[in-house]
């Protein structure tokens, strides 16, 4: 499990919780991620991760996505990186 994330810079620990109604958060004013337990399996967590992920960006960048859109891209990288392991490794080294 991921406990923190650096976004453009600033800081974000992410916590694992049982949460009710939502599988995770983004609270950008506290610079924090929060996952749910209950809602999402193990499998499913860095799943909702990268969507916390796309919503600090897409704070931080002033983009005002559509959350539709923002859903439709993490599912789409989250797809890539999976059927792809060593993509993440040769985005950061070139290698």
Partial sequence: MIKKIRILGIDYP?????????????????TKIVIDTAQNSEQHQPCVLLHEIIEA?????ELKLDHNVLTSLESGLYQVFRDNPGLAKYIITGK
């Fill in 14 to 30: 992410v916590t694992y919780v049982d949460m009710c109604g939502n599988v995770g958060q983004c609270h950008n004013l506290e």
């Fill in 57 to 61: 960006l897409d704070y931080r960048l």
